[in-house]
């Protein structure tokens, strides 16, 4: 038997198309690897929501989220990386040559290793009616729907370098923009960020404040309660939207019992590697790793196809002595 003889569809089968996905995808195919990336439910990941990325190296005059990952895909699809549009629904690691992935659609895919890229989504606030008014009031992304609230009142709850992103680009078109804060600084924001969002007058700061409730009107949002954590004091805030930006959950639910997770859902991966506790399992980006950023996702893109490709070598070479042993 050599891996040649296993019935498979791909060497790699690459599960999400954000920075890291495509990075190792394009990294095994030029390795000369038969690789496809199933893409999620957008095909470039999150990031291609941001409006300009002036942070990722070789593109001084900023480039946007969407153009960024349409040139990554163009480089894998360069090295005849396959792209399927596809969602997984499920996973089957249970056999050691033949890991199958099963889409949404039904469709069945068996490849014998497998790179977990599947990002992050948005948090959720928590608090009630916060479904129920997601695209009549509340947002998750600035850029996508910031252009509804032209010359109106909006709020961003959130104080990490999202938020702050958020509101630098919302301070353009509304007439009012609040940043809620549940911290009394922003810590983990870039300095960068903080200095020009002081240049800002129709910025207003609460911090220290919790969202407590929606205010709403015949299904439209017409305001925010907070409330100031020291002070106990509450305060209504007249806005027509609000945008929540508190960080990430990893895109791992149809993950749970296949593979090795925190109770946040990161997969936990060799601190040294990409590998998971399940061997042929590699794991990158935002479901692996702490450092959210664009180029980190690349970088350990890369790490997990540098594995893998490892990976294969070696199971290609224990398979060819086994062969010798049994001749
Ligand atoms: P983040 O850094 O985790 O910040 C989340 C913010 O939301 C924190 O201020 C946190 O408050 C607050 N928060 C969390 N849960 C909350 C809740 N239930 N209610 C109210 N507030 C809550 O997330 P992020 O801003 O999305 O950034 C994620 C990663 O992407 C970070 O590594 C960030 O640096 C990176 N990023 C980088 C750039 C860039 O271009 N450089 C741009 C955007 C994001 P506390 O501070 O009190 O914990």
Do not use: W
């Amino acid at each position: 038997m050599s891996l040649q003889n296993i019935k498979r569809d791909y060497d790699v089968i690459i599960i999400g198309s954000g920075p890291a996905g495509f990075t190792s995808s394009m990294y095994l195919a030029r390795a000369g690897y038969k690789v496809a990336v199933i893409t999620g439910e957008i095909k470039g990941g999150e990031i291609t929501n941001s409006l300009e990325v002036e942070n990722f190296p070789a593109f001084p005059e900023a480039i946007s989220g969407f153009d960024l990952m349409a040139k990554m895909e163009q480089q894998a699809l360069k090295f005849k990386v396959t792209m399927i549009n596809g969602i997984v629904k499920d996973v089957d690691f249970d056999d050691f040559f033949t890991k199958k992935i099963i889409l949404e659609n039904g469709e069945e895919l068996i490849a014998t290793a497998v790179v977990i890229a599947t990002g992050s989504s948005p948090r959720r606030l928590g608090i009630p009616n916060e479904q129920q008014y997601i695209g009549r009031g509340i947002s998750y992304c600035a850029t996508c729907d910031g252009f509804f609230y032209k010359d109106k009142n909006v709020a961003i709850v959130g104080g990490g370098n999202t938020a702050i992103y958020e509101a630098l680009y919302l301070s353009n078109m509304a007439k009012t923009v609040h940043i809620i804060h549940r911290n009394a600084t922003f810590n983990r924001v870039e300095n960068i960020l903080i200095e020009r969002l002081y240049t800002l007058s129709n910025v207003k700061i609460h911090t220290l404040s919790q969202l407590e409730e929606l205010k709403t009107d015949n299904g439209t949002l017409t305001g925010v309660k907070i409330k100031q954590k020291v002070t106990g004091e509450t305060e209504t805030l007249d806005v027509d939207g609000l945008f929540v930006a508190i960080g990430q959950v990893p895109n791992t639910l149809f993950l749970r019992g296949k593979i090795y997770m925190d109770e946040a859902g990161n997969i936990i991966r060799n601190p040294d590697t990409s590998a998971t506790n399940v061997e042929g399992v590699f794991a990158c980006g935002d479901v692996a790793h702490k450092y959210r950023q664009l180029v980190v996702a690349a970088g350990y893109g890369a790490i997990a196809a540098l594995d893998a490709e490892h990976y294969l070598r070696k199971l290609e070479a224990q398979i060819a002595r086994q062969k010798q042993i049994n001749s």
